[in-house]
């Protein structure tokens, strides 16, 4: 029976990977796939997780189960490092999961569960593997106006009229920072009224944090996400270790449900329990293990943040460089908008046409949508990328 299985399409991004791989020019440029690489085009693993995994190595004398949410002590590093102090603890019930995917999945499940029908309000546009996921599960994606091309920012306007269509029960999914594939986010006034609607229409906010420390700072990062679980009655967090902590492989993540009070909180802690024991039993360890150790430990900490705002610092300079020589071949100010967006992501408004164009004449590599990966971008290439993007009529 498993020849009646329908053929799959491929992911875009896994495509552009192999096209990236078959192309033999040199000069090639990779503004594709959505990994942080260094000014010499490397992933590498970060100081401090490299010393965690050293001492863990040394100490740890047992691979035996965990608890079926995760390992408590991650849980309560990471629940500090997203929601700082703003939060009481008896709000937040927890699982770790694999990757901020696996936390995005958990969520949409909890969901379903608490409400078969719910529907997920999404940006217009989205990341790809959020709106495959809700349709893997049979749940209704509604995309709102967020981005507009024509400034570059959150349409706010449009944004809060499509969400005056929102109902009681239905999800609204937002990213806490860096969105992905834009690089817009709201401002502290779009964001202050996204909690206002969603509480006068009885709608919960699902927020995915995947870039944490990418945008402005790890505690600026997180005050969208913290003004929401401070102003709005129940609140799911999708978060992901993967790019603050360069281990993508590990499969580091958590879901996060806040509730009104302690006796919901044991509630959702059930069902969240629960859902990871249908899922993979165990949540995976290694990662989550070493993420704890840097959090607890204030010299590896320190380390991290370090190093972290080193790589926020490196994609911020290449936004202003790149921004500066568009600015000087173009003789206009059209492209500031790259200084505006935070993390790794701009949607540079190029058509399905120019990004062909600029992939078969200029070797140079992006998603579909006219996405760049800014950090895949280093001080030589960007007067290539400048001459490509002003010949194809950007
Ligand atoms: N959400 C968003 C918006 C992302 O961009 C990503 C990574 N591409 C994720 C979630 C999940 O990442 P991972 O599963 O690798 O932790």
Known sequence: MLHLLAPQTADGILKLKEQLAGDSRAHKIDLGVGVYKDEGGATPIMRSIKAAEQRLWQAEDTKTYTSLPGDPAYLDAMRRLILGSDVAESRVAAIATPGGTGAVRQGFELLQMARPGARVFVTD??????????????????????YDPATHAVDTDGMLADLAQLEAGDAVLLHGCCHNPT??????????????VMNARGAVPVIDLAYQGFGDGIDADAAATRAIADGCAQVLIAASCSKNFGIYRERTGILMAIMQD???????????THLNRQSYSFPPDHGARLVTMVLDDPALRADWQAELEGMRARMMSLRTDLAQALAEASGSDRFAYLTHHRGMFSRIGASPGQVDRLRDEHAIYMVGDGR?????LNARDIPALTRAMLDVGL
């Open 125 to 146: 546009s989205t990341w790809t593997n959020h709106l495959s996921i809700l349709a893997h599960l049979g749940i209704e994606a509604v995309p709102f106006r967020y």
């Open 183 to 196: 690089g817009a986010d709201p401002d502290p006034e779009g964001w202050r009224a996204l909690i206002e």
């Open 372 to 376: 760049i990966n800014i950090a895949g």
């Open 262 to 272: 302690a006796g919901l909180r044991a509630q959702a802690q059930g069902a969240l």
